[in-house]
T-cell receptor, first 113, second 113 residues
């Protein structure tokens, strides 16, 4: 199993551009989520999904869209990038069915200029 | 709202010395608690978790943590630190049955030889 994979590893955007961060998992996990990590703030939840076709907002959802059409994939879309979205983005998944531990991908470092 | 506090931003210990990283949480119900470790430029790796039962939990890499309900704490310990333990450590509490992890701001561990 590759676990949780994310692409790209690094990305530079200009203000106003849009892009999609990709996340995939091959563990057949029900639950997937996106976090952003900023210095001194830990990780904060952006959006999450409890299964295909079901998504919900986390703590910091503004400026981001998600959809979950398959169990394996959970892309994060930045609609109009802003410098405040410069961050490291982590995707995570967990098995569900009473197992609460989440498994994290390697991250995408995004810089918005 | 639930919160997690890691009072120490940086900790420096000598190789071979013991280690304790502090974590306090604010949560009404019985929490699910986690410790994750992040090496520079890497994703997060689960060290250990507490769901219920024995309040002293063992994790990987020789780490353990003790849940103390009366103090709302979940401190991470290791009896003898190795240089490879230098990393950033995050405590997290689970909301909504695993759907919303809330992270502390992290503690950076430096190990001096």
């Amino acid at each position: 199993n590759a676990g949780v994979t994310q692409t790209p590893k690094f990305q530079v955007l200009k203000t106003g551009q849009s892009m999609t961060l990709q996340c995939a998992q091959d563990m057949n996990h029900e639950y997937m989520s996106w976090y952003r990590q900023d210095p001194g703030m830990g990780l904060r939840l952006i959006h999450y999904s409890v299964g295909a076709g079901i998504t919900d907002q986390g703590e910091v959802p503004n400026g981001y869209n998600v959809s979950r059409s398959t169990t394996e994939d959970f892309p994060l879309r930045l609609l109009s990038a802003a410098p405040s979205q410069t961050s490291v983005y982590f995707c995570a998944s967990r098995p569900g069915q009473g197992r609460n531990e989440q498994y994290f991908g390697p991250g995408t470092r995004l810089t918005v200029t | 709202a639930q919160s997690v506090t890691q009072p120490d931003i940086h900790i420096t210990v000598s190789e071979g010395a013991s280690l304790e990283l502090r974590c306090n949480y604010s949560y009404g119900a019985t929490p699910y608690l986690f410790w994750y470790v992040q090496s520079p430029g890497q994703g997060l790796q689960l060290l250990l978790k507490y769901f219920s039962g024995d309040t002293l939990v063992q994790g990987i890499k020789g780490f353990e943590a003790e849940f103390k309900r009366s103090q709302s704490s979940f401190n991470l310990r290791k009896p003898s630190v190795h240089w490879s333990d230098a990393a950033e450590y995050f405590c997290a509490v689970d909301q909504e049955y695993g759907n919303k992890l809330v992270f502390g701001a992290g503690t950076i561990l430096r190990v001096k030889s």
